[in-house]
């Protein structure tokens, strides 16, 4: 199977010159930021205005989501009663963020509470039976899930047979049966009210709080007391949401816009500690992604994620420091089984020699069930299929996918659901367990269902880009302007224009494999800086066309405009 060498590049709208011109005058921007606010369907003056105020006062009540008045309910008794909570998360990024969101809020409440993280390798995903058991024997009545629990029929069963009051708060696809629990709450519930789907598990957890406090409230519980800011927990938001991989628009955008400028301040010594070790100078959707939270979820793919979340809780910046360089050394170490890992796929399917698949399932007794989400994603980018890697043990495989536009991966393994032990997640993303004996038939069932659903052209990488403009159109001022679209992310990338016959001139290979270069049209000419390209655009001379994203560069002092580029072909 060779990787993709090619990729298609589409517009993602078209958009007039003079419906440009007159949102950009309607709101005081330039025309590249007009240009890509009705790009992406925000041509209405008030829509626009909207997306860039991003206010937190335009989120949605809390009590659209179903059950949340129960839920609120309940615990708001548990605080006034000191009865102590056990809130149960997971061992990625999400759950971290979204344990620990719920153990300070719910103690500034007023709330007596405790938590538990499983352990990957013993306990797997989900609610902990074992968990269970001990906050009954050791007296606690009340559960909170945040980021698991909506498939956990069994375990939720059981919290029944003890007397326990199960909350869960989660936030991916329901089954058919739900399991029974004092409370439910997920915005994908048949019926749910709540405007956004796409909420991360801390997200869901967020609002929970708000409907907490305003019960709290409404009961006169603050009037001897001080109510907590919950403004102050978006960094936490921020942080799960960001790493789970949601759209970060409407709700989403409106949370991580906040947490982002929280990020920022190093308020927690935690995070100000896992800043200063990952090098992050400033807090973007790219530094949490890929420097922050790499190291929180490293704890949780090889060892125990509740250090992360002790982490995140500590007020003193001694334990900080010492954690985080747990966490970055979790994180070494975790890099160099990935490097493995995915070696070792490599050679799999090179031995497999099958390059017509549409789908990519391996399984191997080497691997460790940690880091093959990340290698999943890794295979996905560079052969662009759905993939799926399973970690074998004592005839038992535990698994983690990636798919691709086309091809809806919980669906597809709803369908194969016969053949699996159990499965849970999202349209890109997904987790499995199955019989060792039944991965044969699963892996042919799996390939017909990316056969039915993919054509030819869905396995070819899409690049949408912001349509095509002159290097002239990237001025300074209206370059800067461009933060103003931001967070980026998933629904909301960063910027990316077609620049169309610009000669390519000065190239050099700059650090292992970057590429720096000139591009000039006319008597315009700007620096570019293409990752991890030099040897991939060897030799490339004279007219090109690119894909590029034009950005601030801050060096000495001073500030200029540089494009970094995703793409470059010769033109014509």
């Known amino acids: 199977m060779d990787p993709v060498a090619r990729r298609h590049w589409q517009a993602r709208a078209a958009t007039d010159p003079g419906s440009v011109r007159a949102l950009a005058e309607a709101l005081g921007l330039s025309p590249l930021s007009a240009r890509i606010l009705l790009g992406r369907g925000l041509g209405e003056i008030a829509a626009a205005r909207h997306f860039l105020a991003a206010r937190l006062a335009a989120l949605p009540d809390p009590l659209l989501l179903s059950n949340m008045d129960q839920a ?20 990625d990024v999400d759950g971290i963020t979204g344990a620990a969101l719920l153990v300070e809020s719910l103690r500034a409440l007023g709330a007596q509470v405790d938590f538990h993280i499983p352990l990957r390798l013993r306990d797997g995903y989900g609610l902990s039976a074992a968990a269970l058991r001990d906050a009954q024997a050791q007296g606690k009545r009340l559960v909170v899930s945040v980021d698991c629990g909506i498939s956990a029929l069994d375990e939720a069963r059981l919290a029944r047979e003890l007397g326990l009051d199960l909350i869960i708060t989660d936030h991916h696809q329901p089954p058919e049966q739900l399991p029974p629990a004092l409370a439910l709450i997920n915005p994908h519930l048949p019926g749910d009210k709540f405007p956004e789907k796409h909420l991360a598990g801390v997200g869901v957890a967020f609002f929970l709080l708000l409907a907490v406090r305003r019960q709290l409230r409404d009961e006169g519980w603050f009037a001897a007391r001080p109510e907590p800011d919950l403004r102050l927990m978006l960094d936490f938001v921020a ?91 979790c994180n070494r170490e975790r890099q160099s089984i990935e490097a493995e890992t995915f070696d070792q796929a490599l050679e799999r399917l090179d031995a497999l020699d099958q390059p017509w698949r549409r789908s990519i399932v391996l399984a191997d007794e080497r691997w460790h069930p940690g880091v093959i989400g990340i290698v999943a994603s890794r295979l996905v980018e560079r052969f662009h299929r759905p993939t799926l890697l399973i970690a074998l043990d004592k005839g038992r495989g535990k698994g983690s996918g990636r798919s691709i536009r086309g091809l809806h991966l919980y669906q597809a ?56 403009v002159d290097l002239a159109a990237f001025a300074q001022a209206d370059v800067a302007e461009l933060a103003a679209l931001a967070p980026f992310g998933p629904g909301n990338p960063e910027p990316l224009f ?12 700059v650090g292992r494999d970057h590429l720096q270069f000139q591009l000039r049209q006319e008597d315009v000419s700007l620096p570019c800086i293409a990752f991890g390209a030099a040897a991939r655009w060897q030799g490339i001379n004279g007219w090109v066309d690119v894909l590029c994203t034009p950005q601030i560069n801050r060096w000495q002092g001073r500030e200029s405009v540089q494009l970094r580029v995703k793409d470059l072909r010769e033109n014509g």
Not at 72 to 91: C, K, N, P, T
Not at 239 to 258: E, F, K, S
Not at 276 to 282: K, S, T
Not at 498 to 509: I, K, Q, Y
């Open 239 to 329: 942080l799960g949401t960001i790493a789970d991989i949601v759209p970060l628009t409407g709700v989403n955008r409106i949370l991580v816009r906040a947490g982002l400028d929280l990020l920022a301040q190093d308020r927690r010594p935690g995070l100000a500690a896992l800043r200063q070790i990952a090098g992050v100078r400033e807090v973007t959707c790219g530094a949490v992604g890929f420097q922050l939270a790499p190291r929180l979820n490293a704890a949780g793919r090889l060892e125990d994620a509740a250090l992360a979340v002790r982490l995140l809780l500590t007020r003193d910046a001694e334990k900080a420091r010492d954690i985080a360089r747990q966490l970055d050394e």
């Open 498 to 509: 077609r620049v169309n016959g610009a000669v390519f001139e000065r190239p050099r290979c």
């Open 72 to 91: 609120a309910r309940r615990l708001a008794q548990a605080v006034r009663g000191q009865e102590e909570i056990v809130v149960h998360g997971d061992y």
């Open 413 to 468: 393994l709803s369908a194969c659901g016969d053949r699996l032990l159990g499965f849970g997640g999202h349209e890109y993303a997904a987790g499995l367990s199955i019989a060792a004996e039944e991965l044969d038939n699963f892996t042919e069932q799996f390939e017909a269902l990316a056969c039915a659903a993919l054509t030819e052209d869905d396995l070819l990488p899409q690049l949408l880009h912001d349509g095509v």
